[in-house]
């Protein structure tokens, strides 16, 4: 670490959270929706989704391909930032949980918002290549590795990639995690750091997100 850095506390998060573009009222009731509809709370944050919009508005994204949907959150905000007639496919394996983002997305005047209900791995092979400008991986941690190489054959030169839970649920570094997903993202984590065909850095929001530019 260098002598400039400074370690990041919750202190920190919450005194930046204060300092972000507001949450739209749309996706607090969302929200709250989701948690009386059951669905577990594991959206991303409002800072990290603003943090992706103003990525995806700098690489001037259009189509966006998310694997993890849940209750449509995280799709929603990203089309937020997508122009006109822009396009966030979206692939969610429960079929209540795609439903109900079918139906917020509706509620959030949002149609830029593509739900497919399948298994990510099911789903991604359809694509056509080069045919998103970014990706956004927050589904089954011990896929993201196939997920990876979808993505880079359907992200065009020059588009993101982004991956959700580098820090693994705050148990990255833990000698003894509790959960069985861990030794996933340590492992995708290595991948990540070594591919070739990526530059990418692990950015400290949220639960730790990927942000990776695919090389031209
Ligand atoms: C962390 S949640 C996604 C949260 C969402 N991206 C957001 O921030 O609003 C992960 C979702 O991935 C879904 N999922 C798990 N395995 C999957 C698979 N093989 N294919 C597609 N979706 C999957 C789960 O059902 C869950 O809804």
New binding site residues.
């Given amino acids: 670490m260098s002598a400039s850095s400074t370690v990041v506390s919750a202190a920190h998060f919450a005194y930046l959270a204060e300092r972000t573009t507001p949450e739209e009222p749309v996706l607090a009731e969302l929200k709250q929706a989701a948690v009386a509809a059951g669905?577990?709370p594991?959206?991303?944050s409002p800072e990290q989704a603003s943090l992706m919009q103003i990525l995806l508005r700098m690489a001037k994204c259009a189509e966006v391909i998310?694997?993890?949907?849940?209750?449509?959150?995280?799709?929603i905000?990203m089309a937020r930032a997508l122009p006109p007639g822009g396009r966030v496919r979206?692939?969610?394996?429960?079929p209540e949980?795609a439903a109900f983002a079918r139906e917020w997305a509706e509620r959030a005047d949002e149609p830029r918002v593509e739900v497919l209900q399948?298994?990510?791995?099911d789903?991604l092979p359809g694509f056509a290549g080069h045919s998103a400008d970014a990706a956004?991986l927050?589904?089954?941690k011990s896929?993201y590795g196939a997920y990876l190489e979808e993505s880079l054959r359907i992200v065009r030169p020059g588009g993101l990639i982004m991956v959700?839970?580098a820090f693994a649920f705050g148990q990255l570094l833990d000698e003894q995690p509790s959960d069985g997903e861990v030794g996933a993202v340590r492992a995708f984590n290595e991948v990540m750091a070594r591919d070739d065909r990526l530059d990418g850095i692990i950015v400290p929001i949220g639960d730790g997100l990927w942000v990776a530019v695919k090389r031209d």
Avoid: C, H, K, Q
């Avoid at 998310?66 to 799709?75: D, F, I, N, P």
């Avoid at 979206?90 to 429960?94: A, D, G, H, R, S």
């Avoid at 399948?118 to 791995?121: E, F, N």
């Fill in positions: 669905l577990p594991i959206w991303i998310e694997v993890g949907t849940l209750g449509g959150y995280s799709a905000s979206t692939i969610e394996l429960e949980r399948g298994a990510g791995m789903v956004f927050d589904a089954d896929s959700d839970n």
